[in-house]
């Protein structure tokens, strides 16, 4: 179950209940709304995600080291205002681009979690008319998983980030300010 409250135990940075009103306001994300066990564990994940990605590169300090998540944070400016973000909730931008990863982590039924494949051995091949060639085919075993956070979800999320979020491709996505 989803504990979007400020606490030891908290897992996520939006309830249920605000992620559908986040993918409500999109009319693309508008046939995701219903509250299941899928919507928690997908909510849950985006937040151990993104926390396991930016734990260090989150602009600000932790007000309370007793809490679960990474944030509340002192000293994180809002980038719409000027003013720094309130310490006893989470900040707005950081509970959308929760809610819209777990979209998407729902949606491609988990496949944002890739498995990168090693290399297997090279193989050359010779076709008829059109000359030699080589390829390297992946071997079947898994090496790392490699998580892969949406551009939307970064563009969302990079004004929390210490310079910027980057995408899979290495691309870094800069917040305004």
């Not at 390297?136 to 790392?144: E, I, K, S």
């Not at 956070?149 to 990079?158: A, G």
């Amino acid at each position: 179950m989803v504990d979007a409250i400020i606490s030891p135990t908290a897992n996520s940075y939006i309830s249920n209940a605000d992620a559908i009103l986040v993918w409500a306001a999109d009319p693309y994300k508008q046939d995701y709304s219903t509250v299941d066990a899928e919507q928690d564990r997908s909510l849950i994940s985006a937040t151990s995600i993104l926390n396991d990605t930016y734990q260090t590169r989150y602009l600000g300090t932790i007000t309370n080291a007793a809490n679960a998540l990474y944030f509340p944070r002192d000293k994180v400016t809002n980038p719409r205002t000027g003013v720094d973000f309130i310490t006893t909730i989470y900040p707005d931008i950081l509970a959308r681009a929760t809610a819209l990863f777990a979209y998407y982590i729902q949606k491609t039924d988990r496949n944002l979690e890739i498995k990168t494949q090693s290399q297997g051995p090279i193989t050359e091949k010779t076709l008829q008319g059109v000359g030699t060639f080589k390829y390297a085919a992946p071997t079947a075993v898994a090496t790392q998983m490699k998580y892969t956070i949406p551009d939307e979800v970064l563009r969302v999320l990079s004004p929390l980030i210490d310079g910027g979020a980057r995408n899979g491709y290495g691309v870094t996505i800069m917040g305004k300010g």
